[in-house]
């Protein structure tokens, strides 16, 4: 895929898209809802329109007075503009409804298509890209487009089309007054000249470093009690707090600018209607125009102040919703290669455990100038167990993603059993491997459809049979319709601890031979957390299991444990065998029991 002139980020984030490519899917979702879309337009229009009617009547009544014309006809017109009043009210109204309709479903189908895609990338690019920058599009950068359809985008199209039918009215009264009010068009055309440019790639730049702070959070909690125990606090908080100084000055940045703008604005506004109110003296000295085109012509001007402030003081919210939607959109242009493939090409034989050998392992990201492993070489015996332990940034979860056919490492080798993971599309690694880590989810609907998203032919009685080797036989056995029972968002609320009980029933009825667990009960209180080890060993009984712990009592269960260190296995052995040994794991194994 060729990247110019559409990503500002570096090659290890998303997508985003150019403003033209975000205008042509805005226009293509438009093509799709033609009658709504036209009635959009035609009730702005209309909305518009008879807002300046007024204005130019009254014009009327002022020429009607001067004339000595009879109170009918005064009447007459003074009914006219009430009836446009009220006929405009009901014409902005249905506007505002209409546009808020089709923002719904602009805004629902672009949600729904950047979690497709998202969901639809291989595991590597979403390692790759970071945790940070996914959630902040298919979240934050939701949130803000959401509000701006909601508020900013509608004041901004109905304000825009009301200065282009006010504009046209004083070119109505008058063409030499409509020049004198377009007189102020280049000092707008500058101030907008001079804020475009900047605006979009300054909170372009505001998202992108929103989405940082996200990930630096997410990294550092994902691996809290690591921390502690490496006494890293000091070094994640100024982490967090540097990525937030850089949010907070970028805010202050954006607020600065914006200020500047709307000074730019004024001037114009100034210009506008100084050139009106002399061109206008002029003409009614010379007798070129009537007393009632001469006063409407500075109302008609004033009435663009209401839009254009309008559209100054929601531009800034529009601004920032442009630039999320570019955000989204370039999600959904992302390469069509980072799909994942939809068949597996290997069948892993049931219930029967494969041995895991890493050689020589060597793996970095592609946006990193050092490796984040170095020559690493493990293996895990059939059936048996390996704890990956280490400080923050050593490398384990990166491991486990390759051991779990997440990415390609630049040399070396992950081997199930006999087949080299390099070989497999992901489609055909994921019938090998399961990957379990903390951020587990459970879909708002049934129970049941929940557990069959991993074995979508299982019966009614291998699920409560899952659910009983993951410790959750008992609670579910009490749920008001048991399987049918609706969880997620709008059904039954679940706790930590039971999101990752269904978790891992999903891990058990998946039957993989290899299991990868990613500090899968990272976020389960202290007691929470013992239960879900016990469910843990439990679902794992019988396969060969890598755990990435983040409680050292977990690595002890294991039959053996790696120390990995800056990339490096520095150490490796039993439980017993390391803390005898006196190393690192030994000095982390005494931090982790004096803070317990």
Same mark, same amino acid.
Not at 82 to 100: C, E, F, N, R
Not at 392 to 418: C, D, E
Not at 469 to 491: D, K, S, Y
């Given at each position: 895929?060729?990247?110019?002139?559409?990503?500002?980020?570096?090659?290890?984030?998303?997508?985003?898209?150019?403003?033209?490519?975000?205008?042509?899917?805005?226009?293509?979702?438009?093509?799709?809802?033609?009658?709504?879309?036209?009635?959009?337009?035609?009730?702005?229009?209309?909305?518009?329109?008879?807002?300046?009617?007024?204005?130019?009547?009254?014009?009327?009544?002022?020429?009607?007075?001067?004339?000595?014309?009879?109170?009918?006809?005064?009447?007459?017109?003074?009914?006219?503009?009430?009836?446009?009043?009220?006929?405009?009210?009901?014409?902005?109204?249905?506007?505002?409804?209409?546009?808020?309709?089709?923002?719904?479903?602009?805004?629902?189908?672009?949600?729904?298509?950047?979690?497709?895609?998202?969901?639809?990338?291989?595991?590597?690019?979403?390692?790759?890209?970071?945790?940070?920058?996914?959630?902040?599009?298919?979240?934050?950068?939701?949130?803000?487009?959401?509000?701006?359809?909601?508020?900013?985008?509608?004041?901004?199209?109905?304000?825009?089309?009301?200065?282009?039918?006010?504009?046209?009215?004083?070119?109505?009264?008058?063409?030499?007054?409509?020049?004198?009010?377009?007189?102020?068009?280049?000092?707008?055309?500058?101030?907008?000249?001079?804020?475009?440019?900047?605006?979009?790639?300054?909170?372009?730049?505001?998202?992108?470093?929103?989405?940082?702070?996200?990930?630096?959070?997410?990294?550092?909690?994902?691996?809290?009690?690591?921390?502690?125990?490496?006494?890293?606090?000091?070094?994640?908080?100024?982490?967090?707090?540097?990525?937030?100084?850089?949010?907070?000055?970028?805010?202050?940045?954006?607020?600065?600018?914006?200020?500047?703008?709307?000074?730019?604005?004024?001037?114009?506004?100034?210009?506008?209607?100084?050139?009106?109110?002399?061109?206008?003296?002029?003409?009614?000295?010379?007798?070129?125009?009537?007393?009632?085109?001469?006063?409407?012509?500075?109302?008609?001007?004033?009435?663009?102040?209401?839009?254009?402030?309008?559209?100054?003081?929601?531009?800034?919210?529009?601004?920032?919703?442009?630039?999320?939607?570019?955000?989204?959109?370039?999600?959904?242009?992302?390469?069509?290669?980072?799909?994942?493939?939809?068949?597996?090409?290997?069948?892993?034989?049931?219930?029967?455990?494969?041995?895991?050998?890493?050689?020589?392992?060597?793996?970095?990201?592609?946006?990193?100038?050092?490796?984040?492993?170095?020559?690493?070489?493990?293996?895990?015996?059939?059936?048996? #167990?390996? *704890?990956?332990? &280490?400080?923050? !940034? %050593?490398?384990?979860?990166?491991? /486990?993603? +390759?051991? @779990?056919?997440? $990415?390609?490492?630049?040399?070396?080798?992950?081997?199930?059993?006999?087949?080299?993971?390099?070989?497999?599309?992901?489609?055909?690694?994921?019938?090998?491997?399961?990957?379990?880590?903390?951020?587990?989810?459970?879909?708002?609907?049934?129970?049941?459809?929940?557990?069959?998203?991993?074995?979508?032919?299982?019966?009614?009685?291998?699920?409560?049979?899952?659910?009983?080797?993951?410790?959750?036989?008992?609670?579910?056995?009490?749920?008001?319709?048991?399987?049918?029972?609706?969880?997620?968002?709008?059904?039954?609320?679940?706790?930590?601890?039971?999101?990752?009980?269904?978790?891992?029933?999903?891990?058990?009825?998946?039957?993989?031979?290899?299991?990868?667990?990613?500090? #899968?009960? *990272?976020?389960? &209180?202290?007691? !929470? %957390?013992?239960?879900?080890?016990? /469910?843990? +060993?439990? @679902?794992?009984? $019988?396969?060969?299991?890598?755990?990435?712990?983040?409680?050292?009592?977990?690595?002890?269960?294991?039959?053996?444990?790696?120390?990995?260190?800056?990339?490096?296995?520095?150490?490796?052995?039993?439980?017993?065998?390391?803390?005898?040994?006196?190393?690192?794991?030994?000095?982390?194994?005494?931090?982790?029991?004096?803070?317990?």
């Amino acid at each position: 895929m060729s990247t110019t002139g559409t990503r500002t980020e570096s090659p290890s984030a998303l997508r985003t898209a150019t403003g033209g490519e975000a205008t042509r899917w805005l226009a293509a979702h438009c093509r799709a809802v033609p009658w709504l879309t036209a009635a959009t337009l035609l009730t702005t229009v209309a909305g518009a329109a008879l807002q300046v009617l007024p204005v130019l009547l009254l014009g009327q009544v002022v020429d009607g007075v001067v004339d000595g014309e009879s109170r009918a006809v005064l009447v007459r017109v003074g009914a006219l503009m009430v009836a446009a009043a009220l006929l405009g009210a009901a014409a902005t109204a249905a506007s505002t409804y209409l546009i808020g309709r089709l923002g719904a479903g602009l805004l629902a189908t672009l949600r729904e298509g950047a979690v497709r895609a998202v969901l639809g990338m291989p595991s590597a690019r979403l390692e790759q890209v970071g945790r940070g920058d996914v959630l902040s599009r298919v979240g934050d950068d939701v949130a803000v487009l959401s509000r701006g359809i909601r508020s900013a985008i509608p004041t901004v199209f109905s304000a825009g089309v009301l200065v282009a039918i006010a504009t046209v009215g004083m070119f109505g009264l008058d063409w030499r007054l409509g020049l004198a009010g377009a007189g102020a068009l280049p000092a707008y055309a500058l101030a907008l000249r001079w804020y475009l440019p900047r605006s979009a790639p300054l909170y372009r730049k505001q998202r992108t470093a929103q989405a940082d702070r996200a990930q630096a959070l997410i990294s550092g909690l994902n691996g809290i009690d690591t921390v502690r125990a490496y006494r890293l606090e000091d070094a994640f908080r100024e982490k967090v707090d540097a990525e937030s100084w850089r949010v907070r000055d970028l805010g202050i940045e954006v607020f600065r600018f914006f200020g500047r703008f709307v000074g730019r604005e004024n001037r114009a506004e100034f210009i506008g209607l100084v050139l009106i109110l002399l061109v206008g003296y002029a003409l009614l000295e010379g007798d070129a125009a009537t007393l009632g085109e001469v006063s409407a012509a500075p109302l008609m001007f004033h009435r663009l102040f209401t839009p254009l402030g309008a559209i100054m003081f929601t531009f800034d919210e529009a601004q920032k919703s442009g630039a999320s939607l570019t955000r989204l959109v370039g999600v959904l242009g992302e390469d069509a290669e980072d799909r994942l493939v939809g068949d597996a090409s290997v069948t892993a034989a049931q219930d029967v455990p494969y041995p895991v050998t890493v050689r020589g392992l060597t793996f970095g990201y592609p946006d990193t100038d050092e490796p984040v492993l170095y020559d690493v070489s493990l293996t895990i015996p059939a059936g048996g #167990s390996l *704890a990956l332990v &280490g400080a923050t !940034g %050593a490398g384990k979860s990166t491991l /486990a993603a +390759l051991i @779990a056919g997440i $990415g390609t490492p630049q040399s070396g080798s992950v081997r199930i059993g006999p087949t080299d993971l390099a070989d497999l599309d992901e489609a055909g690694a994921r019938a090998l491997v399961s990957i379990l880590t903390q951020e587990t989810h459970v879909f708002s609907g049934p129970l049941a459809d929940d557990l069959r998203l991993a074995a979508p032919e299982a019966s009614d009685a291998e699920l409560l049979a899952a659910l009983r080797t993951a410790g959750a036989g008992e609670w579910v056995q009490g749920l008001p319709e048991g399987l049918r029972t609706a969880v997620g968002e709008g059904g039954e609320r679940l706790d930590v601890t039971k999101v990752a009980q269904i978790a891992l029933a999903r891990l058990v009825l998946a039957r993989s031979p290899v299991v990868v667990l990613d500090e #899968s009960t *990272a976020e389960a &209180g202290s007691e !929470g %957390a013992a239960e879900l080890e016990r /469910a843990v +060993l439990a @679902a794992c009984a $019988g396969r060969t299991t890598l755990f990435v712990a983040h409680r050292l009592t977990q690595a002890m269960a294991a039959d053996r444990i790696a120390v990995l260190d800056a990339g490096r296995v520095v150490e490796q052995g039993s439980h017993q065998e390391l803390v005898a040994l006196g190393g690192r794991y030994a000095r982390l194994w005494r931090a982790w029991r004096e803070g317990s």
